[in-house]
């Protein structure tokens, strides 16, 4: 009798029972990162705004104050008329309600702006005075 090429059931079904346990593990370790990397995502979405109007402020010689209370935040122009704004992802909120100023040459006081979400992760938008960048803490 002729040995015809290929794999048994029993081979394909033992491969496919250890692929399925090896998934297991890694849908477990994984669904660990996700609020973590939400969160850090938003945080980096919200600083490179605040760098926009940081820049929009100096460009447009006039002053923008960035308020932020909840899930939201918004940007309004120094005639109180709302120029943008925006929401965290789901379950992420601001630490505290606030607001940051950038006048006209684009300075603001120094600050931090913690953000949470509510598996407990927390991470820190950190505002200088006179650069346009932002640090994460």
Same mark, same amino acid.
Do not use: C
């Given at each position: ?11 394909? +079904? ?16 994984? @669904?660990?990162?996700?609020? #973590? ?6 945080? &980096? ?8 109007? &940081?820049?929009?402020? &100096?460009?447009?010689? +006039?002053? $923008? ?5 909840? #899930?939201?935040? *918004?940007? +309004? *122009? @120094?005639?109180?008329?709302?120029? @943008? ?18 006048? #006209? #040459?684009?300075?603001? %006081? ?17 505002? %200088? ?6 640090? $994460?803490e």
């Amino acid at each position: 009798m002729k040995r015809r090429a290929g794999f048994t059931l029993i081979e394909l +079904t033992v491969v496919l029972a250890v692929v399925v346990v090896l998934s297991g593990f890694l849908v477990l370790r994984v @669904s660990g990162w996700t609020p #973590r990397q939400s969160l850090n995502a938003s945080a &980096r979405a919200f600083g490179g705004a605040l760098g926009v109007w &940081r820049e929009r402020a &100096r460009f447009d010689e +006039t002053t $923008y104050r960035v308020a932020w209370k909840e #899930r939201a935040w *918004s940007v +309004t *122009s @120094s005639a109180d008329e709302r120029v @943008s704004g925006g929401t965290l992802g789901f379950g992420q909120t601001f630490e505290e309600a606030g607001e940051l100023v950038f006048d #006209r #040459r684009g300075v603001a %006081d120094p600050r931090a702006i913690g953000l949470r979400h509510k598996s407990g992760d927390r991470v820190a938008v950190v505002v %200088d005075a006179l650069l346009s960048g932002v640090k $994460y803490e």
